[in-house]
Structures are given as structure tokens and as C-alpha cells.
């Protein structure tokens, strides 16, 4: 499998290149800035995009989606509830204040339980709402993209448009906490010791994941 990363945006989002060495398909997961050298990167590795994949949306991770389509002609995917929510007027007047326009409308919605295939590879589609009502994580081959529901260290704020602290623990407790803990954590923001960690190390380290578990609801 091949994974690139680069941190782009104002806010230093991780956008992530995930990509099938055999068939040379990729997606790329919330390319929020540095598009032109994200799509120069993508071309220069012989790789064909097939999707821009959004793990939520914040319009500090969809702030690349139309420039990112307009260079591959790639279709942009995200789940219903955010595309939705952060297009809604009221909630675009939120994030105006902080200098971002809303996205444009995706061309796909991702739901949970679908098997987002690239090449030979595929991934699951988990949705993990907390951070934002749409919030999804990708799984497969051993990874998990998990945008801003977990972070190395922390998990995503809830005090945004849409967040629930309770539903971000039940998340993490009903939907992350029980993947094999070998499972490497590529989170959307680097805030934490390392780039990335692994489920076990979170269970064990992370406070977040610490409190979803012994949780009882
Ligand atoms: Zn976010
Ligand atoms: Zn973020």
C-alpha cells in the first residue's frame, strides 16, 4: 500500500495519498491546502485519483475539495450529515468569521459499513460521529484514517456546530476501541509525540479512549 502524507492549510490538516501499487488508483483524503503540489506529487507517482475523500466537514479539511476536483477531475465523497450541516447558511456564517467559505456539494455521500475500493485495495467506511455529525474513519490493510475523531493523544473538540462529547465517547467506545490493537492511528492533525500510534498504544495512553472505555452507558 502506498501512504503519503503532508500537512496543508492554515490550520495544518494531515492530508493523506492512500494508494494501490498494482492498479496505480489513489484517493486523497483531506487535501486542504498545497493542492497544485498535492496533485504534482499524485501525477509524479504514476498514481490516477479516484476520489477526495473528506473524514468530516470542517472547512479547515474541505477548504482544498474545489481546487483539488478542478486538477484531477476526481469526485468528492464525505458523509451526508456534513455535507449538509456546514453548508447550511447559518453554520457557514460561523466558519466565515474565521475566514473559510463553505464546500462545494459532494458528488458522493460515503456511508457506514461501505467498502471504499481502491485498486485491489478496499476500506471500510466507519462512521464516527462526535466531532461532527458525519465524521467518519477509514479502515483497511491495518490503518485507520481518523481525521479529528482521534487524534495521537487526544480526540477531536466538541464545542463545534454539531459536536456531542457523549456521542465522540460512544464512538470511540463502540467503534474504535474494538479494532485490533496493531492498527496504526493516521490522525488529521499532528498534535501528539509521534505522527502517528497504534490502537493498543491509544487504549493505553490516550484519555479519551481511556474514559470511552470504562464508560457504561
Ligand atoms: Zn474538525
Ligand atoms: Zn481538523
Given at each position: 500500500m502506498i501512504i503519503r502524507s503532508r500537512t496543508v492549510g492554515a490550520l495544518a490538516v494531515k492530508a493523506y495519498i492512500i494508494g494501490c501499487p498494482e492498479t496505480r488508483e489513489a484517493v486523497i483524503v483531506d487535501?486542504?491546502?498545497?493542492e497544485r503540489e498535492l496533485a504534482a506529487s499524485i501525477e509524479k507517482e504514476g498514481l490516477h485519483l479516484i476520489a477526495i475523500v473528506n473524514t468530516h466537514g470542517h472547512p479547515d479539511h474541505t477548504a482544498g475539495n474545489a481546487l483539488m476536483k478542478k486538477l484531477t477531475g476526481a469526485p468528492v465523497l464525505m458523509h451526508d450529515a456534513d455535507d449538509r450541516l456546514f453548508r447550511d447558511p447559518s453554520v457557514a456564517t460561523f466558519f466565515r468569521a474565521w475566514g473559510f467559505e463553505p464546500h462545494p456539494p459532494a458528488d458522493r455521500y460515503l456511508s457506514d459499513g461501505e467498502e471504499l475500493r481502491v485498486g485491489a485495495l478496499s476500506f471500510r467506511v466507519i462512521h464516527t460521529p462526535g466531532h461532527s455529525p458525519g465524521s467518519i474513519c477509514l479502515y483497511g490493510h491495518g490503518h485507520l484514517v481518523t481525521g479529528d475523531t482521534l487524534f495521537v493523544g487526544a480526540a477531536g473538540r466538541t464545542d463545534l456546530p454539531g459536536g456531542s462529547f457523549d456521542t465522540l465517547l460512544a464512538s470511540l467506545r463502540d467503534r474504535i476501541a474494538s479494532l485490533p490493537d496493531d492498527t496504526i492511528v493516521l490522525p488529521g492533525h499532528d498534535y501528539g509525540s509521534t505522527p502517528t500510534s497504534t490502537i493498543g498504544r491509544e487504549k493505553r495512553e490516550n484519555s479519551f479512549l481511556i474514559q470511552a472505555i470504562t464508560l457504561s452507558m
Open positions: 487535501p486542504a491546502g498545497s
